[in-house]
């Protein structure tokens, strides 16, 4: 593997028929790189969490997988309207997801608990009327994170 | 139980993927309306049981590596959940019976469950 690999895809808001390509892609380009099962299939989980977080609740943004020997970074970037509570939205079943988001069977309020059980570390920055920027990390290696 | 099996399990009706019946092979089924929670609790490689029926359910089930959805109380998935299980070789079956039905004669014959984990409250 080279000793770092970025990949980065567009996502647009309220596109639920697209809604999964980029994690898809994300996915593949980890298979690739021969990235172990065990580590892309967390890696999934959090990437189309994230994305389809950018597609209900943010109006879209950009997708990002850095790759490097030691650990994978996923990174979800947007311009929305920000979590004006980050304790409370990391809360298991905290959603302000619409009606139709619910009858589509996301908006249950799993989505930020699953990324952080799936993530060594998880990092969120979010500002009221600015956007919000999420960062996690996967480690290759056992022990190099605080997972458990 | 390879998915052959689980057909005539259920009675199902194979929407597409008929050549992959007899070589998928899942040990295990996730039944629910709640995309949300398949994420969070479906293990890889398990059968998907639903009554939603959108393009969603797809993508969900491919990034989860689940090889196979069954659609339950008779719906179909639309066509996009359709077009996009063709594209990449996941085979949709429809049960006519209820999820509870459906999941009680799976159980029955051996399907497991997905273990929830414990987690803080
Ligand atoms: N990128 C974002 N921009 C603005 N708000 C967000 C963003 N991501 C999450 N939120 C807020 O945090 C809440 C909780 O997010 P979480 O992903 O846990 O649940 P959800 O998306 O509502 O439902 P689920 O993930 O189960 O489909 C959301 O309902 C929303 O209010
Ligand atoms: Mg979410």
Redesign the pocket.
Known sequence: MDSRYEVEFKVRGDDFLAAGEASNQIKETLIMLGVPSPISRRASVITY?AE???V???GGGILRAIITPEKLTIEAK?Q????PDLDL?MREG????SDKVREMG????????NIKRNSDCLQIDSLIGKG?ILTATVFFHQGEGNRG | MNLKEIVSCIGAETLHGEDLLEKVEVEKAYASDLM?DVLAFAWPGTLLLTGLTNVQIVRTAQMMDIPAVVFVRGKRPQEEAVALAKNIGMPLLVSSMSMYETCGLLYKAGLSPCVIPAREA
């Open positions: 969490e389809m977080n950018l209900i609740h943010s947007d929305g309207p920000g979590i939205a905290f959603s302000t997801a996301f908006g249950a309020g799993m989505g930020l608990p919000t | 949300s």
